[in-house]
């Protein structure tokens, strides 16, 4: 069973959790996420089978699309519900819509965003939230002020990366709870998003809720509830029924049908020419015949439409090496 299967994770579970059911369910060891849902966020996650476990990384790097409620007057040191109130609650007037819209544009576009603490991004090996809740047992043993809590408070933290936010949408304004849409790249943090809007804004806020509508090409409208997976039976057959195979995945990439002696190179790992091409070679992979840097990726098929591979442009008389075969 090979193909990619999209779950509307509800809140609760953490992702892992929904793999390793999947995983029960079907039989199937090799299944993976491709984008991590907190235990407190639901919707989209999209989950690879079998061989489509090798085009994951296609679908993590995918931009991604939120609904997100921020709630004002309160920072935590998670940036979200689960964690502990830091700092002294707000209890001055809260902004306004207009006022919140404004602030979000130093969060609009390309710009630098520190990861949360509490995080699975690692240092040094190590996952940041580990090593955030280590310190913090060490700082409670030893004491405020003492030379060991300061020792540990001054150790290596995560680094800020670059992220892009395409799209912030503020949605309404209830009181001290903010709605947004956001539209942003892998690796974005919404919980990074509510704690530095309320830093910005002056008056603390972390995240209460989330919910991804989008993860790519995966939408909630081709999601299956987890609940649907309850009854083995019924749920096997459930799964079925919405893979998308192995064929129809990455459809933004264009796809080059291959004669059968294409095919052949493909399956031996060699590189293929305009020759092996059945039809026309798309004009923009013609363009790149003088200078090819392998950025663009095309899927490989055979003459029935099925993925044998995933190429990227070559230099020299070559037209396309399959970098990634599945066949």
Same mark, same amino acid.
């Given at each position: 069973?090979?193909?990619?299967? $999209? *779950?509307?994770?509800?809140?609760?579970?953490?992702?892992?959790?929904?793999?390793?059911? $999947?995983?029960?369910?079907?039989?199937?060891?090799? $299944?993976?996420?491709?984008?991590?849902?907190?235990?407190?966020?639901?919707?989209?996650?999209?989950?690879?089978?079998?061989?489509?476990? =090798?085009?994951?990384?296609?679908?993590?790097?995918? !931009?991604?699309?939120?609904?997100?409620?921020?709630?004002?007057?309160?920072?935590?040191?998670?940036?979200?519900?689960?964690?502990?109130?830091?700092?002294?609650?707000?209890?001055?007037?809260? +902004?306004?819509?207009?006022?919140?819209?404004?602030?979000? !544009?130093?969060?609009?576009?390309?710009?630098?965003?520190?990861? +949360?603490?509490?995080?699975?991004?690692? $240092?040094?090996?190590?996952?940041? &939230?580990?090593?955030? %809740?280590?310190?913090?047992?060490?700082?409670? =043993?030893?004491?405020?002020?003492?030379?060991?809590?300061?020792? #540990?408070?001054?150790?290596?933290?995560?680094?800020?990366?670059?992220?892009? @936010?395409?799209?912030?949408?503020?949605?309404?304004?209830?009181?001290?709870?903010?709605?947004?849409?956001?539209?942003?790249?892998?690796?974005?943090?919404? %919980?990074?998003?509510?704690?530095?809007?309320?830093?910005?804004?002056?008056?603390?806020?972390?995240?209460?809720?989330? =919910?991804?509508?989008?993860? /790519? !090409?995966?939408?909630?409208?081709?999601? *299956?509830?987890?609940?649907? @997976?309850?009854?083995?039976?019924?749920? &096997?057959?459930?799964?079925?029924?919405?893979?998308?195979?192995?064929?129809?995945?990455? +459809?933004?990439?264009?796809? *080059? %049908?291959?004669?059968?002696?294409? *095919?052949?190179?493909?399956?031996?790992?060699?590189?293929?020419?305009?020759?092996?091409? #059945?039809?026309?070679?798309?004009?923009?992979?013609?363009?790149?015949?003088?200078? %090819?840097?392998? #950025?663009?990726?095309?899927?490989?098929?055979?003459?029935? /439409?099925?993925?044998?591979?995933?190429?990227?442009?070559?230099?020299?008389?070559?037209?396309?090496?399959?970098?990634?075969?599945?066949?």
């Amino acid at each position: 069973m090979d193909g990619l299967l $999209i *779950i509307d994770k509800p809140v609760g579970p953490t992702s892992h959790d929904v793999v390793a059911r $999947i995983r029960r369910l079907l039989g199937e060891p090799r $299944i993976g996420h491709t984008g991590t849902l907190d235990p407190l966020a639901s919707g989209v996650l999209p989950l690879v089978v079998g061989r489509a476990t =090798r085009l994951a990384r296609f679908l993590s790097s995918a !931009d991604k699309v939120y609904e997100a409620t921020l709630h004002l007057g309160i920072a935590t040191d998670s940036g979200d519900r689960s964690g502990t109130p830091v700092g002294t609650p707000y209890v001055g007037p809260m +902004p306004d819509a207009p006022t919140i819209d404004r602030a979000l !544009d130093a969060f609009r576009g390309r710009f630098l965003q520190r990861p +949360p603490d509490l995080s699975a991004k690692k $240092i040094g090996g190590k996952r940041s &939230y580990k090593l955030t %809740r280590a310190r913090a047992r060490v700082r409670d =043993r030893a004491g405020p002020g003492s030379e060991t809590a300061l020792a #540990e408070t001054t150790l290596q933290t995560l680094a800020p990366v670059a992220v892009t @936010t395409h799209a912030i949408s503020v949605v309404s304004v209830s009181d001290c709870d903010v709605t947004l849409t956001v539209e942003c790249s892998a690796g974005f943090y919404v %919980r990074a998003l509510a704690a530095d809007l309320g830093e910005r804004l002056g008056v603390g806020a972390h995240l209460s809720a989330l =919910r991804r509508t989008r993860s /790519g !090409d995966a939408t909630l409208s081709t999601a *299956i509830e987890l609940a649907e @997976t309850d009854d083995r039976a019924a749920g &096997y057959s459930r799964v079925l029924q919405a893979l998308v195979p192995l064929d129809e995945m990455l +459809p933004g990439l264009t796809a *080059i %049908r291959l004669t059968e002696h294409g *095919i052949r190179k493909v399956r031996s790992g060699r590189d293929v020419m305009s020759s092996d091409v #059945e039809g026309n070679v798309p004009p923009a992979l013609m363009e790149r015949e003088v200078d %090819r840097k392998g #950025e663009d990726w095309y899927r490989l098929m055979d003459g029935a /439409g099925h993925l044998l591979a995933l190429g990227r442009p070559v230099s020299g008389s070559s037209l396309l090496h399959p970098s990634l075969v599945l066949v």
